[in-house]
């Protein structure tokens, strides 16, 4: 009822004007304040020249940006491009030397004996011999077919690296010391353990026999998504490549973004709509640093005709909890439809663990877990009161459109709970409470109703671009809903 909710043109195209304006407005304010602080002394190991053709200097203080442009380029894209001309050189010989059949049906196997090799150059024998290790031990645990024991091994085995000594113990695995091995070392040992714990559930779920360790082997040194994932269930994989066909053509794309220092000190000379701008753009810059990641490795594997996760749905399109949250086994298999109040505590609770001890236990994490876990159950049980009457009649009776208002008003208020939830783990506490200190203290009533205003306008264009995809997956009308309230049929009969 709600989705299909239309509202006036003109009010739409007011609501894109009041956001665009008030973006292009805080982003100049943003834009003078780097201008003015860019020669300060702080600043001076961290701002090189770049982007001349917008005639600014580029901040280099974050590691991943210039992991990018110079070891992730020179090395990891240089072992991506490997993997796609030895497909491509696989495929163009196979027939030539009439196996062409056999390279179809074992191209899984080829790929995997690649990225094993691919590990072995760039880490040693030590770290493949790890790396094997632990899928040997839960293989040996989904051989049990207990759900419970794959998710305490698996946890226990990534705990292994968090905590000591095992984790110095496993990092002497690997000699020497280069720039990427750090992230390579942690990135293709955790992703290991993800991969291996989403084979031993789905070898659970198989009812006649069990996969075999090659099986394993395959799905989990696939190279493309080795090192820095993303993680494809083993369920789906398998089925992909079981359906193997040519090789496809490859896609390429260019993407850039600029990066600008946030110190707080700086940050007293802002506006609160500034300041609100720049929390903002936090987030969307760490997700397009996720998207062009996502981009780059599920371009390769799309060239293998795979079908890989989606990159991070972006903060611009994020009013609800629920759509951060990656469903995978846990969230979905505890909370099942995510209607029942205790269940879905116990499956987001359970989530956040796993994540935490994902990311890495520390006091920022703690904070960042317990926040969105509970905004997850907010959201719920608000959804919960309002759906009992008179709220319930109430809404019925005020008409779609209106419904639909009302509800972006509280879609703001999410949006920006979400975004003070996730800078204090992208930026810092600090950053955290100034935001939340100038947004809802300081800037009370006139700034923050006017960046709820402006948010409001955001959720409203997101849910018209929702509207429109939800009559292009289903053009038939809309159903009465079964429970509108007996008192709203009576009133609409009369």
Request: net charge neutral; charged share 15%; proline share 4%.
């Amino acid at each position: 009822m709600r989705l299909k909710a239309a509202l006036p043109k003109l009010e739409l195209y007011l609501y894109a004007a009041v956001l665009y304006l008030s973006l292009l407005w805080a982003g100049t304010w943003i834009w003078d304040a780097s201008a003015d602080n860019v020669n300060r002394k702080v600043f001076k190991k961290s701002v090189k020249p770049g982007w001349h053709y917008f005639g600014r200097k580029m901040d280099v203080a974050d590691f991943e940006w210039v992991m990018w442009f110079t070891t992730f380029r020179n090395h990891i894209l240089f072992a991506l491009a490997g993997h796609v001309i030895f497909a491509k050189v696989c495929s163009l010989i196979s027939p030539r030397i009439g196996m062409d059949d056999w390279y179809c049906k074992h191209r899984s196997l080829i790929y995997g004996l690649y990225g094993g090799l691919a590990v072995l150059v760039s880490m040693g024998g030590g770290f493949l011999a790890l790396v094997l290790s632990h899928c040997f031990i839960l293989y040996s645990v989904a051989l049990v077919k207990r759900k419970w024991i794959v998710f305490v091994a698996g946890l226990a085995s990534l705990a292994s690296f968090k905590m000591e000594p095992f984790n110095t113990w496993q990092e002497g695995f690997v000699t020497g010391y280069f720039d990427l091995q750090d992230i390579l070392f942690y990135g293709g040992s955790c992703f290991t353990i993800m991969r291996c714990m989403s084979f031993a559930l789905e070898n659970c779920e198989k009812k006649d026999g069990n996969y075999t360790f090659i099986d394993l082997l395959k799905y989990n040194f696939y190279l493309p998504f080795f090192y820095f994932g993303p993680i494809q269930t083993f369920d789906q994989f398998h089925v992909q490549v079981s359906h193997f066909s040519t090789f496809g053509l490859i896609q390429t794309f260019d993407q850039f973004h600029l990066v600008w220092p946030t110190l707080t000190w700086c940050m007293t000379g802002l506006s609160v709509s500034s300041v609100a701008g720049l929390a903002y753009s936090n987030l969307v810059y760490d997700w397009v640093k996720a998207a062009v990641m996502f981009g780059v490795i599920n371009t390769v594997a799309r060239l293998d005709h795979l079908d890989p996760p989606q990159p991070p749905k972006c903060i611009t399109m994020l009013y609800v909890d629920s759509h951060v949250v990656n469903p995978w086994y846990v969230y979905d298999y505890i909370g099942g439809s995510h209607k029942n109040i205790f269940k879905e505590l116990v499956a987001t609770i359970c989530t956040f663990v796993v994540t935490t001890l994902w990311l890495g236990p520390c006091e920022l994490v703690y904070i960042w877990s317990f926040f969105n876990c509970f905004g997850l159950n907010l959201e719920l049980w608000v959804d919960k009161i309002f759906s009992l009457p008179p709220f319930s009649n109430i809404e019925y009776a005020i008409g779609e459109a209106m419904s639909r208002r009302i509800r972006a008003v509280f879609g703001a208020l999410n949006f920006w709970t979400i975004v003070l939830y996730n800078v204090l783990a992208l930026n810092s506490l600090e950053f955290a409470k100034l935001v939340g200190k100038r947004l809802i203290v300081q800037g009370f009533p006139l700034s923050t109703l006017s960046v709820l205003f402006v948010t409001y306008c955001g959720v409203q264009l997101v849910k018209e671009r929702e509207r429109k995809q939800a009559f292009l997956d289903d053009p038939e009308p809309a159903a009465v809903p079964q429970d509108m309230p007996e008192e709203v049929g009576k009133m609409k009969a009369e």
